[in-house]
């Protein structure tokens, strides 16, 4: 269909608009060298491009510790580290883009990309439970939107088939494994629907990336439809046990992301102490297969489609009930309420861990067989 690249069109007109109005902005190499140096592509300044007001950067503890302190300044005014830089390419080869971008979390990112590839005479359908951030990012994008039906396709192809017509952009949003109930999209049927109708996809990965798919690529790489995405996206702060989030795509958008993404452009940079973290998780993901298969094994005990089992209950104050009876058991498993999930489904969320041992999921499985929850 014409219309099938219509968002990375819009992307590249937009990149073009910026660069004719010398809006186009660029990332620099930047390493800190004291006493107020830093050397930025190659080349020795005295920066004055920084926040750090009282020269903390330069503190001895600082230089001490892995990484240093802190960037103190965002990364189009003070430059990006090459140790993020390095980071951001080999993500990216990893997961299998051409590109990607750390922002500093996921509401970082979910609120800085939607709201700048998408904007009004745009439409957004979004799964109705996706997280807030995202649809915090929709509302700030000024786009028209829709929910479907929670995993409906159905619902999905009503709204598509509503939106078909439009001039516009149509972008759709799932999650991947979905943070309160657990379960997986049908990612293959939300691709093809979007194939049929000429929309774009969208697809947060934060609770799978680390966990499913070839070397915890996620659910995209597990269903092979990495070129079928155009914008992926994950939190560092599950699986990662870091914090950040990183946005791959093309290279369009990344570029497009660093000149107009308002989170990205007017936040300070990540610590490179939580960037090598990332890094080192990074370096090692291929290596924790023994800790993947430990988790699918609690799936298959506990009877859940992922490592996220909710405990459904309904009424707020029934579900405390709940929650103390597992707490007298040993088991931490707090109460999610409203308006994290919906009216009347309150619950517990068990977040399953590699590093809980048999006798943990032992006492869950004996609170599930007397009827607890």
């Known amino acids: 269909m014409i219309f099938q690249n219509r968002l990375q069109n819009r992307i590249g007109e937009r990149l073009g608009n910026l ?60 430059g990006t ?115 049929r109708y000429g929309a774009s996809v969208m697809v947060d990965e934060s609770h799978s990336l680390g966990v499913l798919g070839p070397e915890g690529r996620g659910l995209v790489a597990a269903h092979g439809l990495q070129n079928d995405v155009d914008i992926w996206m994950a939190g560092l702060g599950k699986a990662w046990s870091g914090v950040g989030a990183m946005v791959a795509g093309s290279e369009d958008l990344v570029e497009l992301l660093i000149s107009t993404s308002r989170s990205f452009m007017f936040s300070t940079a990540l610590p490179l102490i939580a960037v090598n973290w990332a890094h080192a998780v990074l370096d090692g993901m291929h290596s924790f297969d023994a800790q993947r298969a430990r988790l699918n094994r609690m799936v298959d005990l506990l009877g859940g489609e992922s490592h996220i089992i909710p405990v459904m209950v309904g009424a707020v104050g029934d579900a405390i009930s709940v929650s103390d009876q597992f707490k007298a058991a040993g088991i931490w498993a707090p109460v999610i309420k409203p308006p994290t999930v919906p009216k009347n489904s309150a619950r517990l969320r068990l977040s399953l861990s590699a590093a809980l041992p048999d006798v943990a999921i032992d006492r869950v499985l004996s609170l599930r067989k007397d009827g607890v929850g």
């Open 19 to 78: 660069s004719q109005l010398l809006g186009r902005r660029e990332l620099v190499a930047s390493t800190r060298l004291g006493g107020g140096l830093s050397l930025i592509n190659g080349v020795s300044y005295y920066d004055f491009s920084t926040n750090d007001y009282l020269g903390l950067l330069d503190d001895p503890v600082a230089v001490a510790m892995p990484g240093g302190l802190g960037a103190s300044g965002s990364r189009l005014l003070s």
């Open 81 to 195: 580290s090459p140790e993020v830089l390095r980071f951001e390419s080999e993500f990216s080869d990893w997961v299998g883009t051409p590109r990607s971008l750390l922002f500093n979390s996921g509401y970082h990112a979910n609120i800085g990309v939607i709201s700048s590839v998408v904007g009004p005479g745009d439409w957004v359908i979004a799964d109705r439970l996706v997280h807030a951030s995202i649809w915090d990012g929709i509302r700030l994008s000024g786009a028209q939107w829709r929910r479907y039906a929670h995993n409906d396709m159905g619902s999905l192809e009503t709204l598509l088939s509503g939106v078909a017509d439009t001039e516009g952009a149509v972008l759709v949003v799932t999650e991947s494994v979905f943070s309160m109930d657990g379960d997986l999209a049908p990612l293959p049927d939300i691709v093809a629907l979007c194939r």
